[in-house]
């Protein structure tokens, strides 16, 4: 599809969004279907099954520290993502520090408009691409990752382990910050303050901290301050 003849809602609904839908609805479909396989096997082979009530302890004891993302990456991410890019981020893991850089930067590169219809296509290739790239270094990284770690000085190691994610996220917060300062003002020091001055858990700090800048986004939005 040629990203620049985009603008007829139903030729982009009968290509592009009609089809995404199908296809991302069978996909997660499946792959919830299928992450119940090695439980249904071990209870075929061998009778072997969680009673419901350890079951559902089990789930809730997750759910109480990642039930948050349940309501807030789809949220988040989507008006960057796209649809299409939700659907394969889901299904390939490491949105926020894979999927999601790679989508923006699709878009900045390209000089598309984020939410826009040019924007979810290149969204989708730029997406695309991190899951091929990251299959490839994946398996490089499960062949020889120990043996290189084990060369790198405890230095880089540290620096690997708890300092990836933040350099990954305050490069998408300049990329951004250049597109939209205003919001960039605001967006920082609003999450410092929830972070630093409550007693709030971690689930309800994001929640906050999310949905208050698109809130505050919103109604800068309204009154014509942003654009």
């Known amino acids: 599809m040629n990203t620049k003849n985009v603008s007829n809602n139903s030729d982009f609904n009968q290509t592009w969004v009609r089809p995404s839908i199908k296809i991302g609805i069978t996909t997660v479909s499946l792959?919830?279907?299928f992450s119940f396989l090695p439980n249904i096997f071990l209870y075929i082979k061998y009778g072997v099954f969680p009673p419901l009530s350890i079951a559902l302890k089990s789930w809730l004891s997750v759910a109480a520290i990642?039930?948050?993302f349940y309501f807030v990456e789809p949220f988040s991410y989507y008006p960057i993502l796209g649809m299409t890019g939700s659907y394969i981020g889901i299904l390939s893991g490491n949105?926020?520090?894979?999927?999601?850089p790679a989508s923006a930067?699709?878009?900045?590169?390209?000089g598309v408009e984020?939410?826009?219809k040019q924007g979810e296509i290149i969204s989708t290739l730029g997406i695309a691409g991190s899951v091929i790239t990251?299959?490839?270094?994946?398996?490089i990284a499960v062949l020889?990752?120990?043996s290189i770690l084990s060369i790198l000085p405890s230095s880089m190691k540290v620096a690997f382990e708890f300092y990836t994610l933040p350099a990954i996220f305050g490069a998408l917060y300049g990329q951004f910050s250049i597109q939209q300062p205003k919001i960039a003002i605001i967006a920082l020091p609003l999450s410092l303050i929830v972070l630093k001055f409550t007693s709030a858990p971690t689930w309800l700090v994001i929640i906050i901290a999310i949905f208050g800048n698109i809130l505050i986004s919103r109604l800068l939005y309204k009154k014509g301050i942003i654009k």
């Open 114 to 116: 984020t939410g826009s």
């Open 105 to 110: 930067t699709a878009q900045a590169a390209v």
């Open 144 to 146: 020889a990752g120990s």
């Open 95 to 100: 949105i926020a520090n894979v999927r999601l």
């Open 31 to 33: 792959a919830i279907i």
């Open 134 to 139: 990251n299959l490839f270094f994946l398996t």
């Open 66 to 68: 990642f039930g948050a």
